[in-house]
Structures are given as C-alpha cells and as structure tokens.
C-alpha cells in the first residue's frame, strides 16, 4: 500500500503552516504560536521526552530552545505530507535549517526536522497542531548559547 493522493490545495495549506510556524520561531514569538497548537498537544523535542500539553510545550521546549538559535526556517522543498481521506487531519515533516551559537559565540550549522500532525475542523479551515516531534540532525551539537529576546 502506498499513501494516498494529496491535493495540491491541502499540501500548499500544510505548507503554509510550517511556514507561519517557522518565522515565529525564528522572531520567538511564542504568543503567536500558542494559537496554532491545540491545548493537549503531544510532543516530543530535545529537551523534553514528552509533554501533553501547549503549557508545558512552551514552558518546558521552545522557551529552552527558541531564544538560543538564530535563522529558523522550513525547508519545504523536503515537505512531505500525508492526507486523511475526509481531509481534515493531516501529518506534516520537514527538514528545517537553524543557526546554533557556542558558548565563544562562534556559530555552526543547527539542521534537523519535524513531523507535526494537524487537524482541522472543516476543509479551508486553519490547521491546528496536536502533535509534534522536533529533533537535530544527527551528530549536531544539542546546546546552543544565544540569547535573543521574546517577541513581545
């Protein structure tokens, strides 16, 4: 069996939530992101082993992490995306790109990918993210030592 058709209004949707998704991690504006995770979000990150919810996702992996790196983005020419048949959920991954700075504040390639599953409750309708899975590229250093500013 092979994954089924995606039409190209569902994989441009997908696409554009990553990219949303991306710039604001890469203005660490937390806020505007809370709106795109559902409020029992399941999620597993390199700081934590598993959370199950947007409170302590935010708490406990992006506010670890975001403020550290710099030039956050999707690399959407490696999306892949699976489609439920009424369409309304959805998985998502992606390679995305990052700059980590050591503690010298020399900077090196900060690579990795993310698989996100979202939902919808209506075809056209915003995605949400009920569950995401963020992690380096293997043999990337984990610890990165920036420290810009929330977008507030």
Same mark, same amino acid.
């Given at each position: 069996m092979k994954r089924l058709p995606v039409a190209d209004e569902d994989r @441009?949707?997908? =696409? #554009?939530?990553?990219?949303?998704? =991306? !710039? @604001?991690?890469?203005?660490?504006?937390?806020k505007a992101v809370r709106d795109m995770f559902t409020e029992d979000a399941i999620a597993f990150g390199s700081k934590v082993e /598993?959370?199950?919810s947007r409170e302590a996702l935010e708490r406990d992996q992006w506010r670890a992490i975001?403020?550290?790196?710099? !030039?956050y983005l999707? !690399? *959407?020419?490696? *999306?892949e995306v699976v489609m439920s048949p009424d369409r309304? /959920?959805? /998985?998502?991954?992606?390679?995305f790109r990052s700059t980590g700075i050591h503690k !010298?504040?020399?900077?090196? #390639? @900060?690579?990795? &990918?993310?698989?996100v599953i979202l939902? @919808?409750?209506s075809i056209g309708a915003p995605w949400v993210c009920n569950h995401s899975h963020v992690s380096l590229k293997?043999?990337?250093?984990? /610890?990165?030592?920036?420290? &810009?500013?929330e977008h507030v």
């Open positions: @441009r949707s997908v =696409g #554009e939530w990553f990219q949303v998704w =991306g !710039d @604001r991690v890469a203005a660490v504006n937390f /598993m959370v199950t975001w403020p550290s790196i710099e !030039d999707y !690399d *959407l020419s490696t *999306l309304l /959920m959805a /998985m998502g991954a992606s390679i !010298d504040g020399s900077k090196f #390639e @900060r690579n990795g &990918r993310a698989t939902q @919808r409750p293997p043999g990337t250093p984990g /610890m990165s030592h920036g420290h &810009r500013p």
